[in-house]
């Protein structure tokens, strides 16, 4: 394990990371097996399925690619990024800004309900897992609970990932999960889903250095996508879904 002595304007805190390797721990906390519940959520896509606007794999595809580009790399990505240096400060006031930008910024009840879930999913995994970690009482002050890229950015900093890599981790989480949820609402077969994943995982990097160049700058952050915001409102009420997003 690592450990880092971090002075605040009240108190030192000694942050102790785990000794895990990079690599490792990327793929654990970017894993379908991690007990957050993002299996559950679709974030729109079944909605578009249901309106007709998916129907097939190139269709998935452009979809995921947009979301990719217009709304992680410009939102989520940033803010788990500027987040994480947050965490490594122990600086509340930032991770309270950040905190008020993501949930100010989820345009449906579902899309806030799901946030929170997944934020607070991580916290009692990160519990369980590190339950003297300092950090942890910093996170409780969050809430109604940390919004998931909070949340996401504190597991990569206990787990002694630096930003871009957690911000990779949280990346491929996104993909993947996506992915999943067209393979079962479209739906796709198998080797479709492993060709959107061929396809779009080379463009991660980039939207994650896109994601890192603007962490400082709240300003340019945005998750305008009022195609998704009504599709999730109609969804909401959608006679029959798999999924609670």
């Given at each position: 394990?690592g450990?880092?002595v971090?002075p605040?304007?009240?108190r030192?805190?000694?942050?102790t990371r785990?000794?895990?390797d990079?690599q490792l721990?990327?793929m654990w906390?970017?894993?379908?097996?991690?007990p957050v519940?993002?299996?559950?959520?679709?974030?729109?896509?079944?909605a578009?399925?249901d309106?007709?606007?998916?129907?097939?794999?190139a269709?998935?595809?452009?979809?995921?690619?947009?979301?990719?580009?217009?709304?992680?790399a410009?939102?989520?990505?940033p803010?788990?990024?500027?987040?994480?240096?947050a965490w490594d400060?122990?600086d509340f006031d930032r991770?309270?800004?950040?905190?008020?930008?993501?949930?100010?910024t989820?345009?449906?009840?579902?899309?806030?309900?799901?946030?929170e879930?997944?934020?607070?999913?991580?916290?009692?995994?990160l519990?369980a897992?590190q339950?003297a970690?300092?950090?942890?009482?910093?996170?409780?002050?969050?809430q109604p609970?940390?919004?998931?890229?909070?949340?996401?950015?504190?597991?990569?900093?206990?787990l002694?990932l630096?930003?871009?890599q957690?911000?990779?981790?949280?990346?491929?989480?996104w993909?993947?999960?996506?992915?999943?949820?067209?393979?079962?609402?479209?739906?796709?077969?198998?080797?479709?889903?492993?060709?959107?994943?061929?396809?779009?995982l080379?463009e991660?990097?980039?939207?994650?250095?896109q994601?890192?160049?603007?962490q400082?700058?709240?300003?340019?952050?945005?998750?305008?996508?009022?195609l998704?915001?009504?599709?999730?409102?109609?969804?909401?009420?959608q006679y029959?879904?798999?999924?609670r997003?």
């Amino acid at each position: 394990m690592g450990t880092t002595v971090m002075p605040t304007a009240m108190r030192t805190i000694t942050i102790t990371r785990m000794g895990i390797d990079p690599q490792l721990a990327m793929m654990w906390l970017a894993s379908p097996a991690l007990p957050v519940g993002g299996f559950s959520y679709s974030e729109g896509l079944e909605a578009a399925v249901d309106a007709g606007l998916i129907a097939d794999e190139a269709q998935a595809m452009a979809w995921l690619r947009g979301q990719l580009q217009l709304t992680l790399a410009r939102s989520e990505l940033p803010a788990a990024c500027a987040a994480h240096a947050a965490w490594d400060g122990a600086d509340f006031d930032r991770l309270q800004t950040i905190q008020t930008w993501v949930l100010a910024t989820r345009e449906t009840a579902e899309l806030r309900l799901q946030t929170e879930q997944m934020g607070r999913s991580m916290l009692q995994w990160l519990r369980a897992l590190q339950p003297a970690h300092p950090l942890l009482p910093l996170a409780a002050r969050l809430q109604p609970a940390p919004a998931w890229p909070l949340a996401f950015a504190l597991g990569g900093h206990a787990l002694g990932l630096n930003a871009e890599q957690t911000a990779q981790a949280l990346a491929f989480s996104w993909l993947e999960n996506q992915v999943q949820a067209a393979m079962r609402v479209v739906p796709l077969g198998q080797s479709a889903g492993q060709r959107m994943l061929a396809a779009l995982l080379p463009e991660l990097p980039d939207l994650v250095q896109q994601a890192r160049k603007l962490q400082d700058r709240m300003d340019d952050w945005q998750s305008f996508s009022p195609l998704l915001a009504i599709l999730s409102s109609r969804h909401e009420t959608q006679y029959s879904r798999l999924f609670r997003s």
